[in-house]
């Protein structure tokens, strides 16, 4: 579903991204693990087209998309997430879902006004699906609640469900454990494993909490200082003397 071939990226005199190269499959929840530092965030902002590579190129579903812009890699159904949540904090939680849905006539000035029937039923659908996506989450009683009062977990999991709202094919999720209760953590562990079930979802997860990539991640890719170290499942990348020696001092492994 991704290829990144030789990507490469530099800020002045630092390399970021030196290059790495890799796959996601289709179907998987890959995880994408590092010591801080390692280029994760680069990787992640040079696939959702944020950053431009300097070399390299990233291939989606069969189609090289290097030089596309967020906004048309979106289109393709290719999504990011943020570490820090971004929602619309003024907006309502059921109004953030209702703006990440694709292909609304009313974004279209002229269709207000000439086309009102077909804006106000796609707009009724919108909010339908909305509706069904916060019974998903577990966020039904805050669907009016403004977002920004939100807690850390509730954000994560609205973020999910603006991927739900979207024509999504693969989501890239930036740390979805922190910052977030272990309760709430669990919840949303199970969302992503029953979006990826249910829906099909293909998910792309930097992690730096190894109990959830143990728990939601085959394969698992370790990078360090821009490279890609050792692929495989969970026990094979942790035991791997080269993981271990880029961790060391690093907690969490």
Request: negative net charge; charged residues 25%.
């Amino acid at each position: 579903m991704l290829a990144l071939t030789g990507l490469r990226r530099s800020f002045g005199g630092f390399t970021a991204v030196d290059d790495c190269s890799f796959t996601v499959s289709e179907g998987t929840i890959t995880g994408l693990i590092g010591p801080n530092g390692a280029g994760k965030t680069t990787l992640f902002n040079l696939v959702a087209g944020l950053l431009r590579p300097e070399a390299g190129s990233v291939t989606f579903l069969g189609e090289d998309i290097t030089a596309l812009p967020p906004h048309a890699r979106f289109r393709r159904g290719l999504l990011r997430t943020f570490q820090i949540p971004q929602e619309f904090h003024r907006l309502t939680v059921l109004e953030n879902l209702m703006v990440a849905a694709a292909a609304q006539p009313g974004e279209e000035i002229w269709a207000n006004w000439l086309a009102g029937r077909r804006v106000r039923a796609r707009e009724a659908a919108v909010a339908a699906r909305a509706g069904e996506v916060l019974d998903f989450l577990g966020l039904a009683p805050l669907a009016g609640t403004p977002a920004g009062r939100l807690s850390g977990g509730q954000k994560k999991l609205l973020e999910l469900g603006r991927t739900m709202m979207s024509e999504a094919r693969l989501v890239l999720l930036d740390e979805p454990a922190a910052g977030v209760n272990r309760t709430l953590l669990r919840e949303i562990e199970d969302k992503i494993e029953r979006l990826n079930r249910s829906l099909g979802l293909t998910f792309l997860i930097i992690e730096h909490d190894m109990e959830t990539v143990a728990r939601l991640c085959d394969p698992v890719i370790c990078i360090a200082e821009g490279r890609v170290l050792v692929e495989g499942d969970f026990a094979t990348v942790r035991s791997h003397p080269q993981v271990l020696d880029a961790y060391l001092g690093e907690a969490g492994l």
